[in-house]
């Protein structure tokens, strides 16, 4: 928590609104250069797992970055790099946790390897792309791919005034109206926590925070992003239905590799749609 001196700081966060429903005027996340005609140039990719970012790393022919230079050492975190047409790609796993081995997944590693990649690589947009959890209850289904119009957290309870306001996070995404139009893809809201499961509290949370879709590093990514002022956009594809029959780690894992199909298609959609375009047109 926050010491009292720092609630001025955190005070225009409070802006968006008086409930973890008012998403909607939360923040955005756009940087005040946007419309300035430069375009783009430099686009980062941040996703949580290896199943997900190999096949885009193949898609574009990235080329993993081997010197060691770009991260501090001993971090896990891998970065791909190449030229897509006309922009330069960066596509930024965090690696496997070198004690487990398995994918170092969640909010604390997409907050570490994205503030250290917007550091590095000065990127003109994010993408975070990633597989989540979807609500059959807002019309989520099985190989769903959405873009996200909002982020939040829904584990970070804070029962204070403006502390409160100041966990949920809730944030924009940038706006993209004629990619959407482009596209064919769902726009629903995303929520974000560190566990794969849902708590009764965090049912609750994720209510009221409206979401379509549910993940372990969306609202992350956004805070960095808003932070260092970094355009971000967010590509989901549904792996389970929360609130469906089954179990969500056992439907998550019998549809990972077939959804990540649709998600490399999306993200590559979307990576075509950018090519020779300035912010202010997305």
């Known amino acids: 928590m926050a010491p009292p001196e720092d609630e001025a700081g955190e005070a225009r966060h ?10 909607t005027a939360a923040p955005p996340l756009e940087r005040a250069a ?44 891998i970065r791909y790099q190449g030229v897509y047409k006309e922009l330069h790609i960066n596509l930024v796993w965090p690696g496997k ?33 990633g597989t989540a959890g979807g609500f059959k209850a807002k019309g989520a289904c099985v190989g769903d791919v959405y873009l996200a119009s909002n982020v939040a957290f829904h584990d970070r309870r804070i029962p204070i005034p403006v502390f409160d306001m ?5 944030r924009q995404a940038f706006s993209t109206p004629n990619l959407l139009k482009e596209l064919n893809l769902k726009v ?63 439907e998550f894992l019998q549809n990972l590799i077939r959804v990540t199909a649709a998600l490399d298609q999306a993200v590559n959609q979307v990576i075509d749609f950018l090519n020779g375009k300035c912010l202010s047109e997305l």
């Open 34 to 77: 946007g419309g300035d005609g430069r375009r783009i140039s430099t686009v980062l990719i941040i996703i949580a797992m290896q199943t997900e970012a190999l096949p885009l790393v193949n898609k574009f022919q990235l080329s993993e970055d081997t010197d060691g230079s770009l991260f501090p050492k001993g971090v896990p975190w």
């Open 97 to 129: 946790d070198s004690v487990l081995g398995v994918d170092s997944i969640g909010t604390i590693s997409a907050s570490l390897v994205t503030y250290a990649s917007i550091q590095a690589l000065n990127p003109d947009l994010i993408i975070n792309a």
């Open 166 to 170: 100041y966990g949920i996070g809730s």
């Open 188 to 250: 629903g809201k995303l929520s974000t926590g560190d566990s794969l499961d849902m708590l009764p509290q965090d049912e609750a949370s994720i209510l009221a925070n409206d979401a379509t879709i549910k993940d372990m590093e969306g609202a992350a990514v956004a805070y960095v992003a808003d932070l260092l002022s970094v355009p971000a956009i967010f590509v989901k594809a549904v792996t389970d239905i929360v609130d469906g029959e089954k179990p969500t780690s056992e």
């Open 14 to 23: 409070a802006e968006e609104g008086s409930s973890q429903a008012e998403m």
